[in-house]
């Protein structure tokens, strides 16, 4: 593609901000065009569920970039306006507002939305979803100290608003339907040591419950459940996962399938269009399937390939799954499969200071690091490299782990 080309990105958000800045990086000299949705400059979502629901402070500053920057670099930002149709035969886009933009190369990077729950809808503002900065604001105001809060789903987001509002002193119950918290991204060690923190914090966490009724009683909110209980609530918060914003790029006769499938190169079904982040159905190398992730890491490293691949450079996409999450003082390191065959154990439970590797046919293929900031890079080293692992070694906190992963071939 030649300089004089035009970008057109939809979505202003972790991906779009992410393309939108490699291009400027890498020199390329075409036009690129921003189109956001939301009143805000791109920001930051996980700060949302942690220090944002703690201070006004952190909320104000999540933004990636102060505003200058997206006309410094000559990148034309529009807010507040939806893309509302994409014409690929036409090469164009039309937006809410009415006006069509020419593209060359367009990049759909829409994210996703949290799943609504229909059981929960009759109680009407009693319930909270957490994705936009707007759903962060409101929900800090609701929790009070003292607010009775069910938060609705265990998983990594569900828990750390529980984190977050057991430290703003409301009284808190999660409610999981799977038999043990995080079940999808942690170990059952890990589950088993998470819902122990939280209970030690006054956090009650129900698993392998079922909501069967939710309604509103004298202006509380009463969720009753298929074994009898009944709790009721001030502030209902569901964290039940999200699906992709897809309507646009099925609209527009791209494959969608849970996701824009798309390829090695981020190429969807038009050469022209590709797409990046949360709303991706992917090839993963690793795992020689189609996946779909909505982490922050991913979003970012399949926006720069987007970006370069758009720009004429030969890039592929290859995931490092890695996540994190904090709760109270928790920080929580994911790398590589949650759950192996086998696991050990290095270091502490009891003080919340240790890891649990995953082993799989005696190679090391995940870990889950709880306060291990300095070894986050060797972890993730050793087990990019699937090292054949020996159990005793890995499970003696004497191990030098850096030396290990400075060991590996390179
Ligand atoms: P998004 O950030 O969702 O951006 C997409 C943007 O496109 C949105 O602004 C959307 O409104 C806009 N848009 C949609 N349709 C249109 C349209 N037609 N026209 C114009 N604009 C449109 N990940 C981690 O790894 N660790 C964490 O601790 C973590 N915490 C999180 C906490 C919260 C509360 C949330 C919500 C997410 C968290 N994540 C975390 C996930 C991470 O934030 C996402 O993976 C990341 O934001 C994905 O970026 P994205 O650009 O694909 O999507």
Redo the contacts with the bound molecule.
């Keep these: 593609m030649s300089d004089a080309g035009r970008i057109v990105i ?9 393309a939108a800045a490699t291009l400027r990086e890498i020199g390329y000299g075409g036009s690129v065009a921003m ?4 009143p805000h400059r ?1 920001y ?7 220090g944002a629901l703690l201070s006004a402070e952190a909320a104000a500053n999540v933004f990636f970039r102060p505003e200058s920057w997206y006309e410094t670099n000559n990148i034309d930002l529009r807010l507040g ?4 149709r994409i014409t690929p035969a036409g090469h164009f886009i039309t937006l ?1 507002s009415g006006a069509d933009l020419s593209y060359d190369k367009l990049l759909i ?6 799943r609504r729950l229909g059981i929960l809808e009759p109680l009407g503002s009693r319930v909270f979803y ?3 900065l707007e759903d ?1 604001v409101a929900l800090r105001a609701a929790l009070t100290p003292s607010a009775r809060v069910i938060v609705v789903g265990a998983g ?2 569900g828990l ?1 608003i529980a984190a977050s509002a057991a430290t703003n002193s409301c009284e808190v119950a999660v409610l999981e339907l799977a038999g043990r918290v995080m079940a999808r991204s942690v170990s059952p060690t890990v589950s088993r040591f998470a819902e122990e923190y939280h209970r030690g914090r006054g956090v009650r966490i129900l698993c392998g419950v079922q909501i069967s009724r939710a309604y509103l009683e004298g202006g509380h909110a009463i969720i009753e459940l298929a074994d009898g209980q009944r709790l009721q609530a001030d502030v209902v918060v569901a964290g039940v996962g ?1 699906e992709p ?1 897809t ?2 790029a099925r609209n527009a006769g791209l494959v969608v399938d849970d996701g824009i499938v798309v390829d090695r190169y981020t190429r969807t079904s038009d050469p022209d269009i590709h797409a ?4 991706t159905r992917f090839e993963s190398i690793r795992r020689e399937c189609l996946t779909r ?7 970012i490293d399949q ?1 720069i390939v987007a970006a370069r691949v758009m720009a004429g450079q030969e890039e592929s996409y290859r995931e490092k799954p ?5 709760q109270y003082e928790l920080n929580i390191q994911i790398t590589g499969e949650c759950s192996g065959e086998t696991e050990i154990i290095r270091g502490s439970t009891a003080a919340a200071s240790f890891v649990a590797f995953q082993l799989r046919g005696g190679r090391l293929v995940g870990a889950i690091a709880v306060n291990q900031p300095r070894l986050k890079k060797p972890i993730a080293d050793l087990v990019a490299a699937e090292i054949v692992a020996d159990p005793t070694i890995l499970a003696d906190s004497a191990t030098d782990l850096k030396k290990l992963a400075a060991a590996l071939p390179k």
């Design positions: 939809v979505g202003a958000g972790l991906a779009g901000d992410t189109i956001g949705d939301e791109p930051d979502r996980p700060p949302l569920s942690k306006d939806a893309v509302a809410r990077a829409t994210g996703a939305r949290p957490l994705r936009t962060s990594v987001i750390e999200a914003v309507e646009i990046a982040g949360d709303v992730t909505e982490h922050w890491r991913h979003a926006a890695w996540v994190w999450s904090d």
